[in-house]
């Protein structure tokens, strides 16, 4: 495994592994590697002949009220899951290599973005197509994979690959959980064991309404107070959203006749955190 | 030469000539193809291995009041004018094609897109570094060329390709002009012939600024005022802007300290120009 820093290497490496044949997958992380980040990195292994993981926490994806500076960076921990995992290259890039003059230039994917945690984190979205984008620049992948545990990203650079014709396939794969169902998130260690226990909340609230809607359940309002009633049985746990949503478009729904996310989003003490299922009542199969 | 009209058949075209070892030129047009598309054609023929030239008039980049109806469309001449020059590749989409579903994504350049054409043609720079990030994508080019004439739009597409790390060379080529000094512009097709030849106004006022500018004047008003008195002469031509900018973030500039383009849009009866000088005073050179 090699770690490359400069988009130049970063270019080289991969050019030398296309020339040979080599078929590229590529994670895009933000680093503080955990079991979630370890299963995109197990499909891309298995997938594609050579994989490269960026590490790089985007400052253009925080807004100014937002943990960016506290945000869990340890290198040496992620050099070491990778190494273990059959990574070939982590490109762990600086921020001014990143950004060398302010940027300018931003891409933005409309309507996709206004709702869910976009309507909490304005220029959220902006920040992640853009720095995606100049990752898919500058690794240029035959194949990105992004966990499903942040949806609203997952649909969005599905659209931003589809309209700007970005020559690579995206893969989402499924979220990885605890043992008690607390999806995997890099935030998660922020949270004290009393935090720690409530966060369950999200994912009960989840898996009540997944119940709901096995047993036929169509009414949008109705499986939102589900989940509203599982997250008001922690006082840790403050809701910011609970959303029942188009899986593709992300638009609103209120009677469930295909395929839908339900969203959450809830502080527990001062962390934020997200998590969903996917239902399709053709498939009667919830992800 | 092949016509190629899909997106698919595009990308198989290039990935073949590639796989050859081809270096892959590429010339983004609207069509209607003048001797100035002719000096950028050349350009990429004399550099590259392949050309590829795109016709597609693209209505992202035209406001609801503008010419995209009446744009000036003749592929069969476009056709013969390519042949003729060594072209490999036209690439001419359907709008269909470029756009199978209303767009959510675009890529925006701030800024560099605030002044000049940017603030009378709102939305026209988000359509054009929209389509053209669509168009490198398809084409996926190792060098590009666009005129030095859309002198905004050269700067605000190396902006992006910087910003956003393409991995494509941008070239920009001089002005053609016809022999009385009007700009090539396939808009001229649209003047009367008394409008015509008021439209040399455009060229007289730059190359007076031109003069000033040789002569040592480095006061950009005094620079403006010298086109604007040439543009009055002439009744039928309106001006729009005539402004003095630095000649890579196009910041207005006062005092001439640097490289700074005199850039000029107006319109003669209905029909919108543009054209532009840049002006080194390092270097005593103008271009």
Redesign the interface.
């Known amino acids: 495994m090699e770690v490359v820093t400069t988009?130049q290497e970063m270019?080289q490496a991969v050019a030398r592994a296309r020339a040979a044949g080599a078929r590229i997958g590529f994670v895009p992380t933000m680093g503080a590697l955990h079991e979630g980040h370890g299963a995109l990195v197990d499909a891309s292994v298995a997938e594609c002949d050579v994989t490269v993981v960026s590490i790089f926490v985007n400052p253009l994806q925080f807004g100014p009220a937002e943990d960016f500076h506290k945000y869990p960076r340890d290198l040496e921990a992620d050099k070491a899951f990778c190494q273990a995992r059959g990574v070939d290259f982590i490109f762990a890039p600086s921020e001014k290599e990143m950004y060398p003059?302010p940027?300018?230039?931003?891409?933005?994917?409309?309507?996709?973005t206004a709702g869910l945690c976009g309507a909490f984190r304005p220029g959220h979205f902006r920040g992640v197509?853009?720095v995606v984008?100049?990752l898919f620049?500058?690794v240029?992948p035959d194949v990105a994979y992004f966990g499903q545990k942040d949806y609203q990203q997952l649909a969005v650079i599905r659209?931003?690959v589809?309209?700007?014709?970005?020559?690579v396939e995206i893969r989402g794969v499924p979220t990885v959980r605890e043992a008690d169902g607390l999806a995997m998130s890099s935030r998660n260690r922020y949270l004290n064991p009393e935090e720690r226990r409530a966060a369950t909340a999200l994912y009960r609230g989840l898996t009540a309404a997944k119940a709901l809607l096995e047993q036929g359940e169509r009414n949008a309002d109705r499986v939102r107070q589900r989940v509203r009633e599982e997250l008001a049985k922690e006082p840790l746990v403050r809701e910011q959203y609970v959303e029942v949503v188009d899986a593709d478009d992300l638009s609103q729904v209120s009677y469930i006749d295909g395929r839908v996310a339900v969203a959450v989003a809830a502080f527990v003490g001062t962390t934020r955190l997200i998590d969903n299922i996917v239902f399709d009542p053709s498939a009667e199969r919830t992800e």
Chains 1, 2 share one sequence.
């Open positions: 988009v270019r003059e940027p300018r230039a931003f891409v933005e994917v409309e309507e996709l197509t853009t984008t100049k620049h500058i240029m659209r931003m589809d309209d700007l014709n970005f020559p």
